[in-house]
């Protein structure tokens, strides 16, 4: 039964003999889990949401509700809106990630239905008067939710679907187009141009591919806010983005490093690597700076860089080298010679990249030392350039780097 300081609590309302709130936070892991199952099995949509979101946040609001139901109880009361705060929350979420609101209503009634069916069992005639006041409770509750939950849901939905047509896109779409904002948002002194490229979280070759990516964009959206202190102009695919952060006046100087941290973090709540690229631009310079770290990020990636933030002046020599100039195809066509044998370009690329260390090449290239060893002469007979030679390693890498501009992924 349940006790209070020790003392049995006289008004506790009691199923078959049994405490109805302690039974039901006793139980509490177990019916989540037999709850998440059967939605599982019997809601289509919830089969094909990610793996990882089923585990973590469908699971946590599952076992959460579960929880709730028994503190309602145990006070006897319907839970206020304060109290069903993560409830509206994960109704947000699953707004944001194209979730239908059908399917978010009949996994709680679902729930409470289960909840019902586990707390009335080995009911008898003498708990005929709190088997009553238990069930008109759980209605109550289960009314609460579903209107909670629903308001919630289709005010995140109406936010999001309004959204194209605001005065942030509006101010997003001017400042990218180079033509004077309306003045129906104001625009901020000065930007944090960034571009990022995101590349695919497991759970996108799975059943939900479009859910699993807008819940990957969400996150790197939330993150990004959450370090302007204000919300960014964004404008996202699958893989890439573009974000315009607002800077104050005062902001004289973009703090970098915790820039770089956030992008770290980013990557880490997305679950998928990020590359980007930074530059600080005033409202008149911003489709340049746009053009710029997108050339930046490309240049990143093609060059073997790993994930995370650059700034034009991380890479100045490969993004000098990649300028169009006369020079450019003469120095593509120093590696022509190999140009068919892509098992050559990628050895002196990750040669190049690992400081020259044949033993920490070959384990990324997942092949014996000796066999760098092999291509690099190769290189070496068929080009006239040797990765050896301190002399030649500045035309080596200058080609390498000619090559990936004019187009060569090889």
Not at 86 to 92: F, G, I, L, N, P
Not at 276 to 289: H, K, M, N, R, Y
Request: glycine share 6%; net charge negative.
């Amino acid at each position: 039964m349940t006790r209070h300081n020790g003392v049995e609590d006289p008004k506790a309302l009691h199923i078959g003999g049994r405490p109805v709130a302690a039974d039901l936070r006793a139980m509490a892991p177990d019916l989540s889990r037999r709850v998440l199952a059967r939605l599982l099995d019997e809601l289509p949509v919830y089969a094909t949401l990610p793996g990882e979101e089923v585990a973590g946040d469908i699971a946590e609001i599952v076992q959460q509700s579960v929880r709730m139901f028994a503190d309602a109880v145990e006070a006897r009361r319907v839970p206020d809106e304060t109290e069903l705060a993560a409830q509206r929350r994960s109704a947000q979420r699953r707004a944001e990630e194209g979730v239908p609101l059908d399917a978010i209503l009949a996994a709680y009634q679902l729930g409470i239905s289960m909840v019902w069916s586990q707390v009335s069992a080995g009911a008898t005639s003498a708990d005929h008067t709190d088997l009553r006041e238990l069930l008109a409770m759980l209605l109550d509750i289960q009314r609460r939710i579903l209107c909670s939950v629903t308001e919630s849901y289709l005010a995140a939905r109406r936010t999001i679907d309004s959204e194209e047509h605001s005065g942030r896109h509006a101010l997003m779409a001017a400042l990218l187009s180079g033509t004077e904002p309306d003045g129906a948002v104001r625009a901020a002194p000065r930007y944090a141009v960034l571009t990022l490229r995101l590349e695919r979280h497991p759970d996108e070759d799975a059943a939900a591919p479009g859910v699993a990516a807008r819940r990957k964009i969400r996150r790197v959206r939330e993150a990004l806010d959450a370090f302007a202190q204000q919300p960014c102009l964004t404008a996202f695919r699958a893989d890439r983005g573009t974000v315009l952060m607002p800077l104050d006046d005062d902001a004289v100087v973009l703090d970098h490093d915790g820039l770089r941290a956030l992008i770290t973090d980013a990557a880490d709540v997305a679950g998928a690597p990020l590359t980007a690229a930074v530059a600080v631009a005033d409202v008149a310079e911003v489709p340049a700076a746009v053009a710029r770290t997108a050339e930046i990020v490309d240049l990143a990636r093609a060059t073997g860089r790993p994930p995370g933030l650059y700034r034009l002046e991380d890479v100045l020599l490969d993004y000098q080298l990649s300028r169009p100039s006369a020079a450019l195809p003469a120095l593509a066509a120093r590696l022509e010679p190999v140009a068919g044998k892509p098992e050559l370009l990628t050895t002196l690329r990750t040669y190049l990249r690992l400081d020259r260390d044949r033993r920490t090449t070959a384990t990324a290239l997942h092949v014996h030392p000796n066999t760098v060893d092999y291509r690099l002469r190769r290189i070496s007979e068929l080009t006239g350039l040797s990765a050896h030679r301190t002399e030649d390693l500045g035309e080596l890498h200058a080609s390498l780097v000619a090559r990936q501009a004019l187009g060569d992924r090889s």
